[in-house]
């Protein structure tokens, strides 16, 4: 079942009238009921959406529904072949990566891989990478920066892995490598956050040439409970932090974090799928032939020139 988020309730009950008078269309004339009721329905939609609190925000970012990379893969990308392990220690299935093709285009695509089920978020660990999951990504860019192949990348995580066995294969180390990997790449990179960008697991794969978020999701150095735990001793706090964090994604434009916002469907991506990845596939295209003709040493100058100018504005 769908899970109806404390202020989707409203919209829920409508939502079950019209499936139950769906069921009677063949029996009675009833479309123009069903029509009323909708348009009571995107109304009520609208509404909630244009006061939503961040709390709400966070509660659509981190929604269960919201679509995953291998959704993205399969709406978006043709002929994907992903390519596993790190060839160093093993795979890690909290990050997809491989090569396939965007409208006959080849390019690189990675990202972090979410489940549809507890059984499948247990199997990719809830998305949270592991050293080798970064090793990994680092061994498809080396792959598409041979062959001159864009890298496209999905974030959504609430950060690394922090466990026990990470640190001890170097948790630090893999992050902090794939910055620098990131940062002289001499192939285009665009990274897309799509749900929860969460501290250095997110930043491993957002050093890009254009960083663009989804517009319910949220991107921090830490997530909203962990930044509470630590100023205050308690995550009660959680909304506090989220506020002065500034981790929506209008935020996050302004003081030229990220350089796009792609907008999702009415009530969010969880809402309507397929949507959110016609609105993704748009930004996509635009950012493939801004930057397909261009010269590696200018891709390399652009990139770093841009991230020199990250926070230049509170100057």
């Not at 893969?73 to 994907?80: A, M, T």
């Not at 990504?137 to 062959?147: C, D, G, H, I, P």
């Not at 665009?190 to 960083?211: H, M, P, R, W, Y």
């Not at 517009?215 to 506020?243: D, F, M, T």
Request: net charge neutral; charged share 30%; glycine share 8%.
């Amino acid at each position: 079942m769908v899970q109806i988020l404390p202020f989707e309730e409203p919209i829920a009950e409508l939502d079950k009238k019209i499936a139950e008078l769906e069921t009677l269309k063949g029996k009675f004339d009833i479309n123009s009921e069903i029509e009323i009721i909708k348009r009571r329905r995107n109304q009520l939609l609208e509404e909630l959406c244009s006061s939503l609190t961040l709390a709400e925000r966070i509660q659509i970012a981190r929604h269960p529904g919201r679509p995953h990379i291998d959704f993205y893969i399969e709406q978006l990308f043709s002929d994907f072949t992903e390519l596993s392990g790190d060839r160093l220690y093993k795979e890690d299935k909290a990050i997809v990566a491989g090569i396939g093709r965007f409208e006959g285009e080849p390019v690189a695509v990675m990202g972090h891989r979410k489940g549809e089920s507890t059984k499948d978020n247990l199997d990719c660990n809830f998305a949270m990478a592991r050293p080798e999951g970064y090793r990994k990504t680092q061994r498809v860019m080396s792959l598409a920066e041979k062959f001159r192949l864009p890298v496209i990348n999905f974030i959504d995580t609430p950060g690394a892995y922090p466990g026990i066995g990470a640190e001890e294969r170097g948790q630090a180390e893999a992050i902090a490598s794939n910055l620098f990997k990131m940062s002289s790449l001499k192939t285009p990179i665009f990274s897309i956050i799509t749900g929860e960008g969460g501290s250095g697991g997110a930043l491993a794969l957002a050093v890009a040439d254009k960083v663009a978020m989804l517009s319910y999701s949220i991107y921090g150095v830490i997530s909203p409970e962990g930044c509470s735990s630590i100023l205050w001793r308690s995550a009660e706090h959680a909304q506090e932090a989220a506020k002065a964090m500034k981790i929506a994604a209008e935020d996050l434009l302004k003081l030229g974090i990220i350089d796009e916002i792609i907008p999702e469907p009415l009530g969010g991506a969880h809402r309507d799928k397929l949507q959110t990845a016609k609105n993704i596939a748009v930004f996509i295209r635009e950012f493939l032939k801004e930057k397909k003709s261009l010269k590696a040493e200018k891709i390399v100058k652009t990139r770093y020139e841009k991230l020199r100018r990250i926070g230049s504005n509170l100057l």
